[in-house]
């Protein structure tokens, strides 16, 4: 791993308030991660910690208060790793993702786990003694080369494996197929390689914004420069043909093949089924309308 500046931070609580719709607290045991996503929407973060490094070469690490009273959280859903993946490679060595599932023990929370990595296998010992935990793992290519120049991650066939071992030990697998890069991210071929182990598949659109907009264009112009004119009408024009065509493409997709396929809802209130849930998180009152009819 590159160099990384990593320090140790004293916080009052882990617990955060969230506007997710999909969770009512938001659990980071860090500020930054090391995976380094090039495309990340966390990169906001900085304007509120006072880090100038570029994103993915600083992670803080997270020292709070206990938690008083984990049993009062009971019924309600928390989502560990929205700002960051709670189990970047540091975790290894400082296990503050670990801490805090002891520290709530006995709770009966909705957990959900958000990450690119297979370290969440270590702590399958206490994600299991929640009463229906989700582990998610985002995966927007199977293209190993294209994840490399994305993300420091690790492969797409380690979170793979590791989404089929916790599939087969009765745990709520999700894939997360997020960011969705159009005509690059092959949506239906993901779900075709995941769908016999994988209960929930959300789908996110990618969304250019800050900073890093200009970066991701300047990618496309050189190594997908036939992509140009079509990333320029999406991200410069807003044209939404291309989302609207890819919500009526997955739909039929999930028709012919028995999918549950829905927009915008908790996955906490729909039960797993023999196939995969997909949930559209594209966010686009014109889609959602398009899916609804």
Not at 147 to 164: F, G, L, Q, T, W
Not at 258 to 268: L, N, S, T
Not at 285 to 293: G, L, T, V, Y
């Given at each position: 791993m590159d160099s990384i500046d990593v320090k140790e931070l004293k916080v009052k609580t882990v617990l955060t308030k969230s506007n997710l719709p999909i969770a009512g607290y938001s659990i980071n045991p860090y500020v930054g991660c090391t995976h380094a996503c090039r495309y990340c929407y966390a990169r906001f973060?900085?304007?509120?910690?006072?880090?100038?490094?570029?994103?993915?070469?600083?992670l803080d690490v997270k020292y709070w208060e206990p938690i008083k009273n984990p049993y009062r959280y009971d019924g309600k859903t928390m989502i560990i790793g929205s700002v960051t993946?709670?189990?970047?490679?540091?975790?290894?060595?400082?296990?503050?993702?670990?801490?805090?599932?002891?520290?709530?023990q006995g709770a009966k929370i909705n957990l959900i786990i958000t990450t690119k990595?297979?370290?969440?296998?270590r702590d399958l010992d206490l994600i299991q003694t929640f009463p229906s935990p989700m582990i998610s793992w985002s995966i927007n290519t199977l293209?190993?080369?294209?994840?490399?120049?994305?993300?420091?991650?690790?492969?797409?066939?380690?979170?793979?494996?590791?989404?089929?071992?916790c599939h087969e030990r009765g745990i709520r697998t999700t894939c997360f197929i997020s960011p969705i890069f159009p005509e690059i991210t092959d949506v239906i071929g993901i779900i075709e390689r995941i769908k016999d182990f994988c209960d929930y598949?959300?789908?996110e659109n990618l969304n250019l914004r800050g900073d890093f907009k200009a970066e991701i264009m300047e990618y496309i112009r050189q190594k997908y420069p036939s992509l140009l004119p079509l990333?320029?009408?999406?991200?410069?024009?807003?044209?939404?043909s291309y989302w609207k065509a890819l919500d009526r493409s997955v739909s039929e997709y999930a028709g012919k093949n028995?999918?549950?396929?829905?927009?915008?809802?908790?996955?906490?209130l729909m039960n797993p089924t023999d196939k995969p849930i997909i949930i559209n998180y594209f966010y686009h009152?014109?889609?959602?309308?398009?899916?609804?009819?």
């Open positions: 973060m900085k304007r509120f910690t006072g880090h100038t490094e570029p994103w993915g070469t600083f993946d709670a189990y970047n490679p540091m975790e290894a060595e400082f296990c503050r993702t670990r801490a805090f599932l002891k520290e709530m990595s297979d370290l969440v296998l293209d190993e080369n294209f994840k490399n120049d994305m993300d420091k991650a690790v492969s797409i066939e380690r979170r793979i494996a590791a989404m089929k071992e598949i959300w789908l990333y320029s009408e999406i991200y410069n024009e807003r044209d939404l028995g999918f549950m396929y829905v927009i915008d809802k908790e996955p906490f009152s014109e889609i959602k309308q398009s899916a609804k009819r």
